[in-house]
């Protein structure tokens, strides 16, 4: 390819996970800044989220350049810098519906894409939601990403975050053998976010309260929904969570559905991108 690692300097770290860490780059000849992601060799799933960035290119997905080899057998994913980080940094600030609503809108179209592709992120939440100064929003982190066969099913190696995982994807056998719709999960995660970026804070659970695997599990799957007050939101927001958070997955409201719902189809783009544009502002400074 075009690019080699020994062309790039490090500036900082952007972030760290389970799968590795991503720094800032520069292209020394260029001067262009990318986000570098090495993915440890000896991390299960690394193989995956390769495959998956190689079949995804969307302007509602963090592109990725090139895939190139580290000294020590790693890889290194060469992504676009998105300059307004990941949406978790954007939590508990407020967040004006028409913002939220534009969120919901580009991840739609993420999500919209992902499914004609027969791809699954099944890790949706805030951190994996990127945003750049200019009020775009895309999907990133394939690193629990599945690519779904023609019959519907995939292999489901790895669990993503419990706070953000579906009812059914608590009922694993039932996940696996081909009865749930795959897609739905994704679904549920931009349900749990909106919400989070709505109360400024995790939602299914009340405030304060330890995210342990049993007591997420209980919310998840048997717990009512927060209540959220008339005044801090419009029914069409309201109504649109409750059609992501549907916990039978075969009443969840499909992309499709939510990319003509009121909440989204009804915005102002241009006012609800300027909304977008000044959290993103007021939060990096
Ligand atoms: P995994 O979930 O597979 O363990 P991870 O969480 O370590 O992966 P990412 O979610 O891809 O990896 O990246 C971690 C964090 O780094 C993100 O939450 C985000 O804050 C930052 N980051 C990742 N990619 C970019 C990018 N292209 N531009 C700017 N920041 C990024
Ligand atoms: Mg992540």
Redesign the pocket.
């Known amino acids: 390819g075009e690019f080699r690692l020994l062309d790039f300097d490090r500036l900082s ?10 720094h ?1 780059v520069s292209h020394r000849r260029t001067s262009a800044l ?2 570098l ?1 090495i ?1 440890h060799r000896g ?1 299960p ?1 690394a193989a995956d ?1 390769v495959e998956v960035v190689r079949r995804v290119d969307s302007p509602h997905i ?1 592109r990725c350049h090139s895939v190139l080899p580290t000294a020590s057998g790693d890889s290194a ?1 060469l ?8 949406l ?2 954007l939590v508990g600030g407020g967040f004006p519906e028409a913002a939220l609503a534009e969120v919901a809108a580009q991840a739609l179209s993420g999500l919209a894409y992902l499914r004609s592709r027969r791809v699954v992120h099944r ?1 949706m939440k ?3 939601l ?1 945003v750049s100064k200019t009020g775009d929003v ?1 999907i ?5 990403a599945e690519v779904v066969s023609r019959a519907g099913k995939y292999r489901a190696a790895y669990e993503g ?1 419990a706070a953000y995982m579906s009812p059914e994807r608590f009922d694993t056998e039932r996940s696996r053998d081909g009865g749930v719709d795959p897609y739905a999960a994704d679904v549920w995660g931009l349900g749990v976010i909106v919400l989070e970026l709505l109360m400024g804070r995790y939602p299914l659970l009340p405030a304060g309260q330890k995210l342990t695997w049993a007591a997420l599990m209980c919310a998840i799957c048997f717990g009512e929904l927060p209540a959220i007050p008339d005044g801090a939101s419009s029914p069409a927001l309201r109504n649109f969570v409750a059609a992501c958070l549907q916990k039978d997955h075969r009443k969840r409201a499909s992309v499709a559905d939510l990319l003509a719902h009121p909440f989204v189809a009804a915005r102002d783009v241009a006012a609800s991108r300027r909304a977008l544009c000044q959290v993103i502002e007021e939060r990096c400074r």
């Open positions: 770290v952007l972030g760290s996970g389970n799968g590795g860490t991503v800032k990318y986000a992601k993915i991390h799933g989220e963090v994913l992504l676009e810098l998105m300059d307004g980080g990941s978790d940094s890790d805030p951190a994996n990127l895309k990133g982190d394939f690193g629990i975050t």
